[in-house]
């Protein structure tokens, strides 16, 4: 069709115009997204799965071994496995899942429950910042992989847990957070442009689990949120010196990332532990809301899948009761559901619940509503992986990231359109 010639400029300018304007985009720079929290800010996305589930855009094979999940931030995916005898980071388009650059990060863990990474990358300006399976801690260019400083868990003290370190370590302002656990210190700030020791907590020497630091502002004061097999705490950021500590014991291993809300304070645990919810008051003493000695902390037994607060309700996976909604003020439960999907991980993104059941490979989406399940698709990762340890499941997390959903089986990674 031939436009008038009056047309023609305007259509070219506005054309131009929507060919230079920003995409908004969703990127997600760490573990449990820019928050930590597991909430997506994407919009827009589909409310319902065809039967067959969302289109697959793309797979990569090449991974290796290893539970690491992703950071995705301008068009890149990164995530860590392994290749050659070592543990890896590497990049990937990731619109094509095409790889772009691999960088090595020192000696594969080895563990009967899987071999490889655990952790999560940082991205922050052109930097990425992880941590190995083996506590070391390692800068690279986002640009190529070039390495630029490394340190380890080691050096600081800390003693490898016995499922690995799997902490997903935190860049904050011009720090790098970790928790090496042991007798120098069981929280430390390494200098983000250099990888030097800034402060170590002195005062608290518990060795490290599986958890991963939260920043927080509780009452006004910038702190960072961490727990250990003993005890959750809170820790300054301008020394490390430890603000408050609440007592609470795990068993075997305490995992799931603590959530922080205002001044409420709440962590989960498997084994039979179940959850501690508490307030810091201004004086950073404790009021403990529900613990070991309320009907209520038996509600949510979360072992690894990780748990998200929505409004004021917590949602995930409770061993013994299946995937359930629990009142984050009072502890209670408002439903629960066992039959419909198998013991896994939850993410979250615009009105909705990604979860993935970590024995069968199956993802269902359903409302993030506490009046109860509403599925509203489902489909299963198909092919999955021929290299994982027998003892091992699906354990990477989903992440929903500027309109696709990334899911991973060891050397295997996929992306669905779900916009």
Known sequence: MLLP?????????VTAALAVTPVPSTDWPQWRGPARDDLSKETGLLKEWPADGPQKLWSYTNAGMGYSGFAVVGGRLYTMGTRDGSEVLFCLDAAKGTEIWVAKLGSVLSNKWGDGPRGTPAVSGDKIYTMGGDGTVVCVSAKDGKEVWRNTMASLGGKT????????????????????GGPQGTMAALDKATGKLRWQTKDLTNG????????????GQPQYVQRTMETVFGVSPKDGKVLWQQPYPGKTAVIPTPIVKGNQVYVTAGYGVG??????????SIKVLYDETASTNKVMKNHHGGVILVDDHVYGYSDGLGWICQDFKTGALVWAERT????????YADGHFYLLDEGSGTVVLIEASPKGWSEKGRFKIDPQTAIRSPQGRIWTHPVISNGRLYLR???????YAVK
């Open 161 to 180: 847990p016995g499922w690995g370190y799997t902490e997903s370590v935190l860049v904050d302002g011009d720090l790098v957070l970790c928790t090496p």
């Open 275 to 284: 959850c501690l919810s508490f307030t810091v008051e201004k004086d950073n």
């Open 340 to 347: 419909k999907l198998g013991k896994g991980a939850i993410s």
């Open 409 to 415: 089986d060891q050397d295997l990674i996929f992306a």
């Open 208 to 219: 490290a689990h599986y958890s991963s630091i939260v920043p927080a502002v509780i009452n």
């Open 5 to 13: 010639k009056l047309l023609l400029p305007a259509l070219l300018t």
